[in-house]
Every structure is written in C-alpha cells, then in structure tokens.
C-alpha cells in the first residue's frame, strides 16, 4: 500500500542523503522535444496526418520530461523514502528489508557498465525499485545495501554459527557443510574452486567435475556484498579457503 507523503518520513531520524531525478534522462527528452515540434510545423501543411504524429510525439516526449522530474530518493538514519516518476511514494525501514538485488547493465561495444536497478524486497511482500530514473542511482543503492547489511551479516553469521543454512536468494545458500542449490550440496572438502567473475557472477566447480557445479549470476544473488563478506568469514579455514579467485578482492 502506498504511503502519504507527511507519513513517509514519520520516526524515521536524521535526514542523510537527497537523491534527485536523473537530469540526463530529462535533458534527452527535453533537447528532442523541439526537433519533433519542428518537423511537425514542417509536414502539417503538406503530410497533415504526419505533422499531427510529430505534434503528439513531442507531447509525449514533454510529458515525460515533467514525469522524470518526480523521482526523488531521500536517505534517513532509520530507512528510506521515496517517489517515482509517476508520483507514487514509498517509504520503508531498515528492519523491514528481506533483500535487496543488484541488476548492472552493460554497454554493447565497450562493455562499461552502464545501467544500475536495485530491487528492494521487504518482508511485508512489497517489492521497492530504485532504477535510473534516480540521480547517481549506484550511490543510492549501494547506501541502501550498506545500510542493510550493517544488520544481514551480524544476523547471517548467527545463524550459521547456530548450524543453519543462510540462504541468499533462490539459487544459493551456504551452510556450515558448504555450499547448498537447488537440493544438492557441495561440501568444502569438494570445492575445486570458488570463482567471482569481474562483473559480480560466482562459478562454483566441484573436485573431479569438468562441467561447473553451480553459475549464478550476479542480478541472482541477494544482498551482494553481505554474501561476500559472509562467505569469506565462513570458509576461512575450511579446504575450500584456497580456492577462491575474485580479481575484485584487495589484497
């Protein structure tokens, strides 16, 4: 259920952070709004019903342009208010949070990322998406993992300690045998290795097997930097703690 604008903010302490809409979406729009507008004046005398198409295509395009301008994310102490493009608020609390996914995309030629949306699934069932219509939308979302994963690692080491399995989304979970997907597991002592690719994706290969045990991709894999954090915690001293290879790790 949507939430009121006064109620949003409510208890939610200290503002941290304001995250604006995506100017460069709403200057493309605005910049070829007037192209349209022209070539519409151009055609209406001569091709009516082309002039109309342009003329409405140059509606559209300023309509968006005041839609973009909605979008605004707002960082408090306790959580998160925000307000898409098309001026529906939400608003949650850390405690709140269930998982939070990262999907990047990727330009075609260069391969530079290019494209941030995180998800944000809450525990009551709602799902929150901050995508690029939000200013430096990787610094948002990368304050929203920050900020829930100051709770999702403490909590996730509990329960392993405790002889649980934590899961991280669907496809993956770690437990104190080892890895553990789709029903099946792979004990540390038949890990061959643990491999992070440069774009976020874990390949898993099992002792003794050519094929891969496990790929999941990165978009896949919930909270990404607690998994990390938590996996290097876990299998430190384990058969398992030399096989890991991940070219983004420091040191």
């Not at 001569?46 to 409405?56: A, D, H, K, R």
């Not at 991709?217 to 384990?238: D, W």
């Amino acid at each position: 259920m949507q939430t009121a604008p006064s109620a949003q903010v409510f208890n939610m302490g200290e503002r941290k952070a304001v995250f604006g809409p995506n100017l460069a979406n709403a200057k493309i729009m605005l910049y070829v709004m007037p192209v349209f507008l022209l070539v519409g004046l151009i055609l209406v005398f001569n091709i009516p019903v082309g002039g109309i198409v342009m003329f409405l295509i140059a509606a559209g395009l300023f309509a968006g342009y005041r839609l973009q301008m909605r979008a605004k994310a707002e960082i408090y102490e306790k959580g998160v208010a925000t307000t898409d493009w098309l001026g529906r608020g939400q608003s949650f609390r850390w405690e709140e949070v269930a998982a939070v996914y990262e999907f990047i995309g990727y330009h075609s030629r260069t391969w530079m990322p290019n494209q941030w949306v995180y998800t944000v699934h809450l525990k009551d069932g709602r799902q929150v998406k901050i995508d690029m219509a939000y200013e430096k939308v990787r610094s948002l979302g990368g304050a929203i993992l920050a900020e829930t994963g100051k709770a999702f690692l403490p909590q996730s080491l509990e329960l392993y300690r405790a002889g649980k399995t934590v899961p991280f989304g669907e496809q993956i979970a770690i437990g104190p045998a080892g890895f553990v997907s789709g029903g099946q597991a792979l004990p540390w002592d038949q890990v061959a290795k643990v491999v992070f690719s440069r774009h976020g994706d874990l390949t898993l290969h099992r002792k003794d097997q050519r094929l891969p045990w496990k790929l999941v991709m990165h978009p896949r894999i919930a909270n990404y930097p607690t998994f990390k954090a938590f996996l290097q915690e876990v299998i430190k001293g384990t058969p398992a703690e030399a096989t890991v290879e991940d070219p983004t790790r420091q040191g």
